[in-house]
């Protein structure tokens, strides 16, 4: 694991104006944190390259799109093998519906977020693919009924939260 990136006031500033708004230009960047524009685009190019910055990205409104059904499913394997093991990540990246993927601790072994149209998207999805999955032992599925917060935007670290 890496070691944190070392951020100031102003880094942090600016890190907390881009997760709002990623397409800010330089200069309104620069206003907002009291910067010139030269100095600004320099810090922006250094937490970039840091890796802090990962990337910019358009976020979607998933129901504007048709996509309204959104479930958690837990996913429990036969084994750990690497063949098991390999076989889960290369589903997941193959998987559009999988939108979030973690190996969690517990009693299960991945935590999957899947976004579809329907309900009938999601059976689809789980009888056809996921549970078709060499190695899977079982799935625990929670359907959303409603989004109480969703943000895309982390804590700064050093903010005093």
């Known amino acids: 694991m890496s070691e944190p990136v070392r951020l100031d006031k102003t880094d942090r500033r600016m890190l907390r104006e881009l997760q709002r708004n990623g397409r800010i230009s330089n200069q309104e960047l620069a206003e907002r ?3 010139s524009p ?9 937490l970039e390259e840091s890796g802090v910055i990962d990337r910019y990205v358009a976020l979607l409104d998933g129901r504007k799109l048709g996509m309204r059904t959104m479930a958690f499913i837990q996913l429990s394997l036969l084994d750990h093998s690497d063949g098991n093991i390999a076989a889960i990540d290369t589903f997941v990246e193959e998987s559009p519906e999988i939108v979030e993927c973690y190996a969690i601790t517990g009693t299960e072994d991945f935590l999957l977020r899947v976004v579809v149209e329907d309900v009938e998207a999601l059976e689809r999805f789980m009888m056809q693919k996921l549970l078709k999955l060499k190695g899977v032992k079982s799935t625990n599925s929670s359907l959303v009924l409603r989004q109480k917060k969703y943000t895309t935007e982390l804590p700064i670290p050093g903010d005093g939260l």
């Open 38 to 46: 030269a100095p600004c685009w320099r810090r922006l190019k250094k």
């Open 33 to 35: 944190t009291s910067l």
